[in-house]
Nanobody
Framework: HVQLVESGGESVQAGGSLRLSCVAS????????MGWFRQNSNSAREGVAI????????DYADSVKDRFTISLDIAKNTVNLQMNSLKPDDTAMYYC??????????????????WGQGTQVTVS
């Protein structure tokens, strides 16, 4: 089993930046990919960015390309999301997720195995 704990969410003005972090613990050797997802009160949960733990390959939602960057610190079992040029539409609860192995690792899928509790990002 894997536990995920997010941090870094806060209120920021449009055009600003934030860095979210997610620390994984437990059976981290089984993780094949990690990702960030978001959900607000008006929409379903959506993928933001994912990264494969072995290759480092990344994928992003079209809405965040060129603004957000996902990165992995294997030694610290941490995945980060650097968010620049934030917009009010980026306001949401941001969740960290992980999957065992590499099958099903897609920013377009939300049926991941492990989820954190979320961290709130508000852009005004």
């Amino acid at each position: 089993h894997v536990q995920l704990v997010e941090s870094g969410g806060e209120s920021v003005q449009a055009g600003g930046s934030l860095r979210l972090s997610c620390v994984a613990s437990g059976a981290t050797q089984e993780i094949g990919c990690m990702g960030w997802f978001r959900q607000n009160s008006n929409s379903a949960r959506e993928g933001v960015a994912i990264i494969f733990t072995d290759s480092g390959m990344r994928d992003y939602a079209d809405s965040v390309k060129d603004r957000f960057t996902i990165s992995l610190d294997i030694a610290k079992n941490t995945v980060n999301l650097q968010m620049n040029s934030l917009k009010p539409d980026d306001t949401a609860m941001y969740y960290c997720a992980a999957r065992e192995g590499g099958v099903g690792c897609s920013v377009r899928r939300t049926d991941w195995q492990y989820w954190g509790q979320g961290t709130q990002v508000t852009v005004s």
